[in-house]
């Protein structure tokens, strides 16, 4: 079993700046495939982003693009959330494939976190 904790979310104005962290509890993240999902009221989960095991490739929705960098150390993954919209807000989560496994999409995913919420006023 692996279980995620967020942590970093709040109320942030728009133009504003939020980091995301993303620990396992009882142990480390390094091994992992990792990646960040979010879900806005009456919106479906969707994809942020994503990082390697190995943090050597990243991937992003084209709506983070530009804005939004994932990065990893051994113990956490960060969301660094720059330039926020209001399009943002959301509940944010982090996830795993699993093992070596990175989760591009919500059917890959082996583990979900509890959850942050983000709200970005205008």
């Known amino acids: 079993q692996v279980q995620l904790v967020e942590s970093g979310g709040g109320l942030v104005q728009a133009g504003g700046s939020l980091r995301l962290s993303c620990a396992r509890s009882?142990?480390?993240?390094?091994?992992?495939?990792m990646g960040w999902f979010r879900q806005a009221p009456g919106k479906e989960r969707e994809f942020v982003a994503a990082?390697?095991?190995?943090?050597?490739r990243t991937d992003y929705a084209d709506s983070v693009k530009g804005r939004f960098t994932i990065s990893r150390d051994n113990a956490k993954v960060y969301l660094q959330m720059n330039s926020l919209k209001p399009d943002d807000t959301a509940v944010y989560y982090c996830?795993?494939?699993?093992?070596?496994?990175?989760?591009?999409?919500?059917?890959?995913?082996?583990?979900w976190g509890q959850g942050t919420q983000v709200t970005v006023s205008s």
């Open positions: 990082i390697s095991w190995r943090g050597g």
């Open positions: 009882g142990g480390t993240v390094s091994s992992y495939g």
């Open positions: 996830a795993t494939g699993g093992l070596f496994r990175t989760p591009l999409n919500t059917g890959e995913v082996g583990y």
